[in-house]
C-alpha cells in the first residue's frame, strides 16, 4: 500500500513534512508500519500550490529514497498546501503518468488503497466520463480513474455527493474495495476513507502544528496528536481548524 502525507498552513519548506519528521513520508518509504508493505518503492510525487490556482507538480519512478533532487527540491521549496505520496503499485505499471499526484486543473489527488474489480469494469467507467475528465486520463490505474469520476460527478460543487455518486459506481466485486485519499483545490485538504469489507487504510489528521498549520498523514509523522480520520466521512482540513463536511 501507498503512503501519503498533505499539508495546509502557513508556508513551509517541503522538507517539514516530507523529510524532516522522525516518521516522514521519506521515512515510510521504507519503513512504514502500518501498512501490508513496509517498502513503497514504486515511483513519489508531490503537488503544490503557491499563486495561482493551478499546483505545481513533480513525480518520478524512482523510489523516493534514491532522488537526491527530491530532497534538495523540499528544502528550498515553500508551499502554504501541498501533497505528497510514494506508491507501492498494485493496478498499473510503474511508470511517471502513475505515480500521484493526479492533477486536473486546480484539483490534485492521492490515493492509498484498491478497487480490485478494476479492470472489470475499466471500459465502463472510461465510457462514462464527460470529454474533459476522459482527455485528461494519462495512465492506467484505479486511483486516478476515482479521481476522474471523482471530478465527473462534481468534486467541485459538493465533495461528498461526488463521493457518494463514484461508490456507487465503482461497485463491488470479490475481493474488497480500498480507498484512502487525500485531494484539494488550493484552499482546503479533504481526507477521506473507506473500505467496503473490513477496515480502510490507516490516515491521521494532525492537531495545530507548532507554526499553525495541520496535516494529513498515512502514518503519524512525529509525537504530537494524531487522530484517525473517521471511515466513510470527508473531512475538510483548513488553516488552522478541522471540521467535518456534513
Not at 527530491?70 to 511508470?95: D, I, N, P, W
Amino acid at each position: 500500500m501507498c503512503r501519503i502525507a498533505a499539508y495546509t498552513g502557513p508556508a513551509i519548506p517541503l522538507e517539514n513534512i516530507i523529510i524532516k519528521p522522525r516518521h516522514s513520508l521519506l521515512e515510510q518509504s521504507q519503513h512504514a508500519t502500518e501498512a501490508k508493505l513496509a517498502v513503497n518503492g514504486d515511483g513519489f510525487g508531490i503537488a503544490w500550490y503557491d499563486h495561482g490556482e493551478v499546483p505545481g507538480l513533480y513525480r518520478d519512478v524512482l523510489p523516493a529514497w534514491a532522488d537526491d533532487n527530491l530532497t534538495s527540491l523540499c528544502r528550498m521549496v515553500r508551499s502554504r498546501l501541498f501533497l505528497s505520496h510514494v506508491r507501492a503499485s498494485t493496478m498499473g505499471e510503474t511508470s511517471r503518468p502513475n505515480c500521484h499526484p493526479f492533477q486536473v486543473g486546480r484539483w490534485s489527488f492521492v490515493h492509498n488503497g484498491q478497487v480490485p474489480h478494476f479492470p472489470a469494469i475499466r471500459r465502463r467507467l472510461e465510457e462514462a466520463l464527460p470529454d474533459n475528465p476522459y482527455a485528461a486520463r494519462r495512465g492506467s490505474t484505479d486511483s486516478e480513474m476515482i479521481f476522474l469520476t471523482l471530478l465527473a460527478h462534481g468534486l467541485a460543487d459538493d465533495p461528498d455527493v461526488a463521493m457518494a455518486r463514484t461508490l456507487e459506481v465503482l461497485g463491488h466485486g470479490p475481493a474488497p474495495v480500498k480507498i484512502t485519499c487525500v485531494f484539494s483545490d488550493g484552499e482546503a485538504l479533504y481526507g477521506f476513507r473507506y473500505a467496503s469489507q473490513g477496515p480502510a487504510p490507516t490516515l491521521y489528521a494532525s492537531g495545530i502544528l507548532d507554526n499553525g498549520g495541520r496535516a494529513f498523514a498515512s502514518e503519524a509523522l512525529d509525537g504530537g496528536q494524531w487522530d484517525a480520520v473517521p471511515e466513510n466521512r470527508i473531512v475538510r482540513l483548513t488553516n488552522p481548524a478541522v471540521r467535518q463536511v456534513a
